[in-house]
């Protein structure tokens, strides 16, 4: 079963932040929060994780809670070809053994 | 472009066949991982293989099978087909012991119609 939830679906207008939560309440310290997308019936795309600290790069920021249990993935500004479902996973990191688990994700649809 | 190929691209059968989808990973990439997505059940993780050996299991049925070759690039066996195994198949590539931290690069799939 997954370990994360999302909400199902989420609006937002083009050249806003989009900021897409997701709880984590069972993680391990042992675990990375892993951020993909999936652009219709694409193969996934990574967009980042994290461990603890927050972390930025060219495609989004990802903000951990101090206590691990949520974090909220940020796209500065939405653009069209921002609309996808994106997945919040927990992940144990460098390690060969890999079951990754997705949840249902958020849909996120970019409004013009 | 992730660097992941498969193939086929599309693969229209018959219940009761048996087909192999075949992935190659990014060069490198020393884990493979499949993954079932249909319309009902999103994107299931089928299992993982790491250097020829199968590291982690997921919701595989025991009609279905794979294997990594010395190569490293992967095939995933279904047999007996079902109406219900139609979905399309996701081949992944990882470098766990790389500065990308076990990042997934997803390959663009392959369509299974099974009629």
């Known amino acids: 079963d997954a370990k994360t939830t999302q909400p199902p679906s989420m609006d937002c207008a083009e050249g806003r932040a989009a900021n897409l939560p997701c709880n984590h309440s069972?993680?391990?310290?042992?675990?990375?929060v892993y951020w993909y997308r999936q652009i219709h019936s694409q193969g996934p795309q990574y967009i980042i994780h994290?461990?603890?600290n927050n972390e930025t790069n060219e495609m989004a920021s990802l903000i951990i809670t101090e206590d691990r249990k949520s974090s909220t993935l940020i796209l500065p500004h939405a653009t069209l070809r921002d609309t996808a479902v994106y997945y919040c996973?927990?992940?144990?990191?460098?390690?060969?053994?890999?079951?990754?688990?997705f949840g249902p994700g958020t849909s996120l649809s970019v409004i013009p | 472009d992730s660097g992941v190929t498969q193939t086929p691209k599309h693969l229209i059968t018959a219940t009761g066949q048996r087909v192999t989808l075949r992935c190659s990973p990014r060069?490198?990439?020393?884990?493979v991982y499949w993954y079932q997505q249909s319309l009902d059940q999103g994107l299931q993780f089928l299992i993982q293989?790491?250097?020829?050996?199968?590291?982690a299991k997921g919701n595989i049925l025991e009609r279905f099978s794979a294997q990594q070759f010395p190569d490293l690039h992967s095939e995933l066996n279904l047999s007996s087909l079902e109406l219900g195994d139609s979905a399309l198949y996701f081949c992944?590539?990882?470098?766990?012991?790389?500065?990308?931290?076990?990042?997934?690069?997803f390959g663009p799939g392959t369509r299974l119609t099974v009629l």
């Open positions: 992944a590539s990882s470098d766990f012991a790389g500065a990308l931290d076990n990042e997934q690069f």
């Open positions: 069972t993680i391990s310290g042992n675990e990375y």
């Open positions: 994290g461990l603890k």
């Open positions: 996973i927990v992940r144990v990191g460098r390690t060969s053994y890999d079951k990754v688990i």
């Open positions: 060069s490198g990439d020393l884990s």
């Open positions: 293989y790491y250097n020829g050996e199968e590291r």
